[in-house]
Nanobody, 123 residues
Framework: QLQLVESGGGLVQPGGSLRLSCAAS????????FGWFRQAPGKEREGVSC????????NYADSVKGRFTISRDNRKNTVYLQMNSLKPEDTAVYYC????????????????WGKGTLVTVSS
């Protein structure tokens, strides 16, 4: 059974950095694309970034380009989201999700979701 567990969230000041991790288990994650999504209070969930199964293809929402970096370590079954230059508007619950098709990550049609980790950017 596909299981995803996010970690690394917390409180950070504007301009700071955090690295989120997503540990995958219960399936052969090497063959899956992964995505990070977020949902701010009172807003709809939005896609942040996707990475292909090989790690060779990535994409980012315009709002995080140049500040966030997605990566994966298939030996550890873990996907990361390095977040730099954080802004108050990045405050949200961040979710990791997986899909066997990278194209589906772009539309948010994922096969499994983690429970999320809260990121709060505030002084």
């Amino acid at each position: 059974q596909l299981q995803l567990v996010e970690s690394g969230g917390g409180l950070v000041q504007p301009g700071g950095s955090l690295r989120l991790s997503c540990a995958a288990s219960g399936f052969t994650s090497d063959y899956y694309a992964f995505g990070w999504f977020r949902q701010a209070p009172g807003k709809e969930r939005e896609g942040v970034s996707c990475i292909s199964s090989s790690g060779g293809t990535t994409n980012y929402a315009d709002s995080v380009k140049g500040r966030f970096t997605i990566s994966r370590d298939n030996r550890k079954n873990t996907v990361y989201l390095q977040m730099n230059s954080l802004k108050p508007e990045d405050t949200a619950v961040y979710y990791c999700a997986a899909t066997p098709a990278y194209s589906r990550c772009r539309t948010g049609a994922m096969d499994g979701w983690g429970k999320g980790t809260l990121v709060t950017v505030s002084s």
